[in-house]
């Protein structure tokens, strides 16, 4: 079976595949789309909890990255820029569309789990109710950060705070709070089911 | 390794921020201390339930990559030097802008520097087909707006001293003369008098429009109506408890800031649903996308109808200052008011809404044509060339924007109220235009090279000013608040005692 360019292992660094667009290498970017495609459908998806959307955006994310790319600047990561353009992305269509950024649990329970069991399944939607449930309780800086950890295992502390423009101490703080909240609300929960 | 050392470290190994040795030392303290090996277990099971939650299967995800690829200009880069010169230059265009700019401010405006920041510049904005040399504003003036001054309110006003931190503002409404900002917890309604602007603001807690998070509402959607009296708001309540969950559609009208009428609505559904206003505010319509009826609200009688519309697949619901109704799903239908709502299927595509006459406005293979009494007149001829590119969403979204058509070099706008006009710009949807009120003007986004975004305003012809960049503006927004000013939200700065954001007026003069 013969691989098409995009197909190809990527092995290059985003920079120098960002330098080979720079110099008119469409097939390049396709290397770039391919790598992250999926990670910023994540992230996107999880800030619209609206798939057809997120792909709109996707898309929109990555023409507008190809166009701007002359003013990537290349000491920092490719990836962390994309972000913020993702970032931005969904945060106007929110704006625009006039949504409230929130949490429709149908779309949510709409992504399916590839568990097998019922039981696992009940299971899986229960944890995604819970979870959005409580992102709804959380201003938009700690969701941000929250977001861009789990939606994509690759983010370090450091890279959440370049997207978001803050110091990395801020988000360590910020994330670890939450998640102390989160504990705390799973062990109510936990004292509930036993009652 | 002490379980002190270890509670403290753990947060860092479990999000791997520690080094190898201690790392190992966090392993083996897990193997000889059961109660620390436990608390690692907890956490690791708290990481591993956000990472459910926020979990999408790869084989669940289609792939854009052909769409994108064919969506981009392959040829823009290059090895050639010219195209290395021109985005080199590109890339600095705003260092070197400023700089020229600078420097012709020092040449021209020598003698008058010391009156900076003083008066406007007189030169009126050009007409249409008007040449710009000269004419277009040389600086766009910001101004601070006072701190706004809080009035104590009936029961559903809430007066704050000081706003809650940490939310993300965004304006919804801007024009005759009031604003309209909105976070997850508050909506902000501003009342402004911009001759010499004052304002006053009022916050209201969205918990009293029925946002109650405790029994599982969440407000899905905010639709101002277009004279700023009133505002349609969409509940959505999540109390299915995993079984169906059904839609609470609330449609509250507030009046001039001063007195607060709301009126309910209630259908149970849990699909989205495709909304309007008439032009001139007093009718407000919704429907199921999936069909089932179409609910018309009179504001001036206080009256409700409903009409039965069993047709699925609705992309569009639009409603004349006559109560007529429109619908586009696959096929476009009337329902006009006079005759008891039946339903007539039309022939024509594209529907742009109604005009000020009631009249159905649509385009049709490069001309507007305006519809009365079943024949149709046409109202603007752009040619063959131009084709719609903004088209109507499939939500309950209303897009107050105009309808855009373009021939690649051009752009030309449209709406029932305003007409055609045309500006000298390509379209890109990814500049995100938004018109002034009398459309002259266009204000056009674009992104530095750290992702943050930058503004101009841009004319008719298409002479373009860049906007003042100050601050954490990356979640500031605008609205354009009459046909000369523009009004800025912009986070993080200038907190003082109105909450975590601030207000400009930007006056194009």
């Known amino acids: 079976m013969v691989l098409s360019s995009c197909e190809v292992l990527v092995l290059k660094d985003d920079m120098s595949l960002v330098k080979e667009v720079l110099c008119g290498s469409a097939e390049s970017f396709c290397l770039l789309v391919n790598k992250y495609e999926n990670q910023v459908y994540r992230y996107v998806c999880s800030m619209l909890n609206d798939r057809e959307t997120s792909r709109d955006i996707c898309q929109e994310v990555f023409i507008t990255a190809y166009n701007k790319l002359y003013t990537y600047s290349l000491d920092s990561k490719f990836s962390n820029w994309l972000f913020k353009i993702a970032r931005n992305k969904s945060i106007d269509y929110m704006r625009k569309s006039k949504k409230v950024r929130q949490v429709s649990i149908d779309d949510v329970l709409d992504m399916e789990s590839r568990e097998e069991s019922p039981e696992q399944r009940a299971q899986f939607d229960e944890t995604k109710r819970l979870v959005y449930k409580f992102m709804e309780t959380l201003n938009d800086k700690d969701r941000d950060i929250l977001t861009l950890k789990y939606s994509n295992a690759t983010m370090t502390f450091n890279d959440i705070a370049q997207v978001l423009n803050m110091t990395e101490a801020g988000v360590k703080r910020r994330f670890y709070r939450v998640r102390d909240r989160f504990r705390s609300l799973l062990s109510v929960v936990e004292e509930r089911c036993r009652v | ?509």
Request: aromatic content about 12%.
């Open chain 2, 1 to 509: 390794m002490d379980c002190i050392v270890f509670k403290n470290r753990l947060n860092d190994y479990l999000h791997d921020n520690l080094s190898g040795d201690m790392e190992s030392m966090m392993k083996s303290h897990m193997k000889e201390c059961e109660p620390c090996k436990r608390l690692y277990d907890e956490e690791t099971a708290i990481d591993d339930t956000f990472k459910s939650a926020f979990s999408i299967d790869d084989r669940d995800i289609k792939s854009s990559r052909e769409l994108i690829m064919n969506a981009i200009d392959k040829n823009r880069y290059g090895k050639s030097p010219f195209k290395k010169v021109y985005f080199g230059f590109r890339k600095r265009a705003f260092a070197y802008a400023a700089c020229a700019a600078l420097l012709l401010l020092v040449i021209v405006k020598g003698p008058y520097l010391s009156n900076l920041f003083g008066s406007y510049n007189n030169a009126g904005l050009p007409m249409p087909g008007q040449s710009t040399a000269g004419k277009f504003p040389d600086r766009v003036v910001s101004e601070a707006l006072p701190l706004p001054k809080i009035i104590p309110s009936v029961v559903l006003w809430q007066a704050y001293t000081k706003l809650p931190k940490g939310l993300s503002w965004s304006i919804i409404y801007g024009g005759n003369n009031k604003l309209m900002i909105f976070s997850s917890k508050l909506l902000l309604l501003y009342s402004l008098n911009l001759s010499d602007n004052t304002g006053t603001m009022k916050a209201l807690e969205l918990d009293e429009l029925g946002y109650d998070y405790e029994s599982g509402e969440v407000i899905t959607m905010f639709e101002p109506s277009p004279d700023g009296n009133s505002a349609a708001i969409w509940n959505s309540d999540m109390n299915g408890g995993g079984s169906v969950a059904g839609v609470n559609s609330s449609l509250c009208l507030y009046n001039n800031f001063d007195t607060f009428k709301r009126k309910i609505f209630k259908r149970a559904t849990d699909s989205k649903l495709a909304c309007a206003w008439s032009p001139s505010s007093r009718y407000f319509g919704f429907v199921d996308i999936n069909g089932g009826s179409i609910t018309l609200y009179d504001s001036v009688d206080d009256k409700t109808t409903d009409i039965p519309f069993n047709v699925g697949n609705i992309k569009s619901i639009f409603i004349s200052d006559f109560g007529d109704i429109t619908i586009a799903a696959d096929k476009n239908y009337e329902l006009p008011k006079g005759t008891g709502y039946h339903i007539d299927e039309l022939g024509i595509n594209d529907i742009l809404g109604y005009n000020k006459d009631g009249r159905i406005v649509y385009y049709y293979n490069g001309k507007i044509y305006e519809r009365a009494g079943g024949a149709a007149r046409i109202i603007a001829d752009m040619g063959s060339s131009f084709s719609l590119v903004k088209k109507y969403k499939v939500t309950g979204v209303f897009e107050t924007s105009p309808a855009i058509f373009t021939d690649g070099k051009s752009t030309k706008v449209y709406t029932p109220d305003s007409g055609l006009t045309s500006f000298s710009f390509s379209y890109d949807p990814t500049d995100r235009p938004m018109f002034s009120p009398d459309f002259k003007l266009c204000l056009l986004t674009d992104n530095n090279k750290d992702g943050i975004e930058s503004y101009s305003v841009i004319t008719q012809e298409g002479n373009s000013i860049k906007l003042p960049q100050e601050g954490n503006s990356i979640m500031s927004n605008y609205v354009w608040l009459d046909n000369t000013s523009l009004v800025r939200i912009r986070h993080g700065v200038h907190a003082q005692s109105i909450g975590d954001f601030s207000i400009d007026r930007m006056v194009l003069k």
